[in-house]
């Protein structure tokens, strides 16, 4: 039977099921990083996870076919909970219930419709818990001197939610013709007699050929509110050792649903593979400028991996604006943007021509000598 709570006049609905309780006193069990079982607060009960097979690469094509079908998700096992401040579309599973949104968190969470699309076949849970994700976050802070004391001080475990991302992976075999026109700089002297002088001139040449590679978990964000930005600063993650989507790792977190098909992230993927294969090319020549790369490439045995990253999201409103920032919830690396406090960068620059006037002074005692 689902629970319905009203919180500031919105509605949030959770569904209990029977394998979320705990087997000793019947409260919902949820999952514990560190010892990699589900943890029952209440009592302490604790159940070990086996580790289950690594997730499997599908086929592209068949990707395709299935994305954006209504019936990729068992119905009643997730729902989409659309926050109406910032737009993120938060996925709860069975047993949980939308307090509040973690990117900005307001409480204006409200169920929008059950969940569509692909249904993740790949998983990486997280490594540590919610104070260590907190540790990681103040030590990040630190180090933000323009950082105002007030964001500092406001890290802490109730502005900070672990939230699973969603990311495609891709394989692909590719093959590419090319042609470069690639410039080496020079130097001659021309001229005679008070003329004389040496120019730079650059000596032009055509290579063309031809270069296979394989791409292998070549990730890409499915997520506008996690942006390939954000993706970039906080990785690594080892996809590749990536666990079998299992609900009971999602056990006391939330999702973020993709709003990323995965057509649109395939084009993502393969910008960043032609990126490498033109730099692993190029490698091969010596050059000082490219005045011109053309390739044409073919892709062949191209398969993904829909894999839900673990990620700690904090977020914190200043000046009537909202700022987040990531902790990576397997390794801690942490990412993100800060407020900058007026009066610091004011110090710093009452400071920068303090300093330069004292220089300035010096040198006119010197000259007086």
């Not at 030590?139 to 105002?148: D, L, Q, S, T, V």
């Not at 977020?315 to 009537?320: D, E, G, L, R, V």
Request: with cysteine; aromatic share 12%; charged share 25%.
């Amino acid at each position: 039977m689902g629970e319905r709570i009203n919180i500031e006049g919105e509605e949030k609905i959770g569904v209990d099921t029977e394998r979320e309780k705990c087997p000793s006193c019947g409260s919902n069990l949820v999952f514990d990083p560190e010892s990699k079982s589900l943890y029952c607060e209440h009592c302490g009960t604790k159940i070990k996870i086996e580790q289950g097979e690594t997730a499997k690469e599908l086929n592209l094509i068949d990707g395709f076919d299935k994305d954006g079908k209504d019936n990729s998700w068992d119905q009643g096992e997730a729902t989409v909970f659309s926050c109406d401040n910032c737009g993120a579309k938060v996925v709860l599973k069975k047993g949980q219930t939308a307090e509040c949104c973690p990117f900005c968190g307001t409480a204006h969470v409200v169920k929008t419709e059950e969940l569509p699309g692909l249904k993740p076949n790949g998983l990486l849970p997280f490594a540590f818990g919610l104070e260590k994700a907190v540790e990681y976050a103040k030590n990040w802070a630190k180090k933000r001197f323009f950082a105002p004391r007030k964001f500092k001080k406001s890290i802490k475990t109730d502005n900070v939610n672990g939230v699973y991302m969603p990311c495609f992976t891709f394989d692909s075999s590719t093959y590419t013709t090319y042609t470069a026109r690639l410039g080496k700089n020079k130097t001659r002297t021309v001229g005679s007699g008070k003329d004389r002088r040496t120019e730079t001139y650059t000596e032009w040449r055509t290579v063309s050929g031809d270069w296979s590679t394989r791409f292998d978990d070549v990730l890409v964000t499915a997520g506008s509110k996690f942006g390939q930005n954000q993706l970039d600063k906080v990785s690594p993650y080892e996809t590749n050792s990536g666990v079998m989507y299992d609900e009971k790792y999602m056990l006391g977190y939330m999702a973020y649903h993709y709003d990323r098909d995965l057509e649109d992230c395939w084009g993502s993927a393969k910008s960043v593979m032609d990126a490498e294969i033109e730099r692993q090319v190029l490698s091969q020549y010596s050059y000082d400028v490219v005045g011109s790369f053309t390739a044409s490439t073919t892709h062949s045995g191209v398969t993904y991996k829909y894999v839900m990253l673990p990620v700690y999201l904090g977020n914190y409103k200043y000046a009537k604006k909202f700022y987040n920032f990531f902790v990576n919830g397997r390794t801690g690396k942490v990412a993100g943007k800060t407020p900058v406090s007026f009066w610091k960068v004011l110090l710093v620059v009452l400071g920068g021509i303090a300093l330069a006037a004292l220089i300035g002074y010096i040198i006119y005692l010197t000259s007086l000598e």
